[in-house]
């Protein structure tokens, strides 16, 4: 569950708070939790397989009918390039003004509310699950890129490169910026990989 980012209370309770979440959206996906929280769980635990393309098929249609400004992160960004990798969520980001209509395009499979004063990074988190985590980060802002470069800050979002993944184009950072911040934090193995891929 820390791995959720719920947090154990004493006695062996769980919980996750929201400090101000978007209006309609609670209920929703504190009823979409109640029956999805399994599959999730035995995802997070390695327990189940990730199913990532098919969720990313699924955002990409969502988003496209909501007309939602958005880019494709983390390591299913070097997925859709063709990295021999499997994604264990889907981190997206999306404009600071489409983040709360993210959270309505999931409304169906919602499991935490589209939320403001979560992240000190950006303005607005939200989390579903259709078939694997999809995660978002809404509003990026310049501290994200304080002290170091990330690959989901402003720096990464002024050089977003298209990628044709099945039949969707895909924003995603470019391939030098996912190498030095996987360099920064030692993982050596994933520069390797992005070595191969060209970056």
Not at 100 to 116: I, Q, Y
Not at 141 to 149: F, G, K, Q, S, W
């Amino acid at each position: 569950m820390e791995r959720l980012t719920w947090q154990q209370r004493p006695g062996g309770a769980w919980r996750r708070c929201f400090p101000a979440p978007a209006p309609g959206q609670a209920d929703p996906a504190f009823e979409n939790l109640q029956r999805l929280l399994l599959p999730m769980l035995r995802q997070s635990a390695g327990l189940a397989a990730v199913p990532w393309a098919d969720a990313l098929t699924q955002t990409c249609a969502r988003f496209s009918a909501a007309g939602i400004d958005w880019w494709l992160g983390g390591s299913a960004a070097l997925a859709v390039r063709g990295a021999p990798l499997t994604p264990g969520d889907l981190d997206l980001i999306v404009s600071g003004a489409d983040s709360v209509r993210a959270g309505r395009a999931f409304l169906d499979c919602l499991v935490e509310p589209v939320t403001s004063g979560y992240w000190p990074l950006s303005d607005w988190w939200g989390r579903a699950f259709c078939g694997a985590r999809v995660e978002w980060a809404g509003g990026v802002t310049a501290a994200a890129d304080e002290p170091e470069l990330t690959d989901f800050g402003p720096a990464a979002a002024a050089s977003l490169e298209t990628i044709r993944w099945r039949d969707w184009d895909i924003r995603v950072p470019p391939l030098r910026l996912q190498r030095l911040v996987s360099a920064a934090r030692g993982l050596a193995g994933r520069v390797a990989l992005i070595d191969r891929l060209g970056g």
